[in-house]
């Protein structure tokens, strides 16, 4: 019974660090395989008219860089994600074209640099301030 007890623990524990290591790897999978729309911005559903020329896009690569429309202007940076969800945005440049009814963008670029946190499922990209959802990603239909 203790050798049956033993072995239960031990697969247990493989299967444990198994699904870990693929959980950590989907997350870069999920968020570099779409281009992401902005869904949510501060609890809030985004509303395209406080983007001047559509809806924010995000793109992330493999190679750490992240970069889209921010609603008016275009934005580049670097990204990192770390192995306990850790997520980090840095180094964020953006063109500097005068955009009318564009207020929402400096609010998509703050909440992107104020991300610390981050949630990949499947069609769905969390970035969160600690607990606080600060956006949500949805794959871009364009």
Do not use: H
Not at 7 to 34: G, M, R, Y
């Amino acid at each position: 019974m203790k050798r049956l007890a033993t072995s239960t623990t031990i697969i247990a524990f493989i299967f444990t660090l198994i699904s870990c290591k693929c959980t950590e790897k989907a997350s870069v999978d999920v968020l570099t395989a779409n281009t992401w729309e902005l869904s949510m911005l501060n609890g809030k559903t985004a509303d395209t008219a406080d983007f001047g020329r559509g809806m924010p896009t995000a793109t992330f690569t493999s190679e750490n860089k992240i970069n889209g429309k921010a609603g008016c202007n275009g934005y580049g940076g670097e990204y990192q994600i770390g192995k306990d969800s850790s997520f980090k945005v840095e180094r964020v440049i953006a063109t500097k074209m005068y955009c009318v009814d564009a207020q929402g963008e400096s609010s998509f670029l703050r909440a992107l640099s104020d991300a610390n946190r981050i949630k990949t499922q499947k069609g769905k990209v969390t970035l969160l301030n600690g607990d606080k959802e600060v956006m949500v990603l949805i794959p871009s239909t364009k």
